[in-house]
């Protein structure tokens, strides 16, 4: 039994970091989608109306950042684009890594430490899915550019 529990312990442990690094792109959305959310349910927006506002700014943040990474020219603002998005992550990750070292670190200086390398991997994450997913490519109107393969 105590076998079995090491297991699912660290079978646990390491689902929630790839969770935490996976869902690291998606802070900006989230907070966006929040603040939003939260303004329209302060102004008189239904639970529902302001669930509906909030997830369609979310997804509306995500999207027109993804598609202006992907259509930019200009290597300056694509990594302004991918940096707006990897500080929220970064400071998010930092935040979680303080809470999940609070478990079995009793140095209040280690836990910092702990925290400022996990905000730098998980915002470095974030800013790396956004641009390696940008391909430069030559745009001409009119013309079909070929996938390299």
Do not use: D, K
């Amino acid at each position: 039994m105590l076998a079995l529990g090491l297991v699912l312990n660290t079978l646990g442990i390491g689902l929630s970091c790839w969770a935490i690094f996976a869902l690291a792109v998606y802070a900006l959305p989230f907070f966006v989608a929040l603040s939003i959310g939260m303004t329209a349910f302060q102004s008189g927006a239904s639970l529902i109306g302001a669930l509906l506002i909030a997830t369609a700014g979310g997804a509306l943040t995500l999207v027109l950042g993804q598609v202006a990474v992907a259509i930019a020219r200009s290597l300056a603002l694509r990594i302004a684009i991918a940096t707006a998005f990897a500080i929220p992550a970064a400071v998010a990750g930092y935040h979680v890594v303080f809470a999940v070292s609070q478990i079995g670190v009793p140095s209040l200086a280690w836990r910092e430490v702990f925290a400022c390398l996990g905000a730098v991997c998980i915002g470095v994450t974030s800013w790396t899915r956004l641009i390696v997913l940008a391909e430069t490519r030559p745009f001409e109107p009119g013309r079909v550019v070929e996938s390299p393969s």
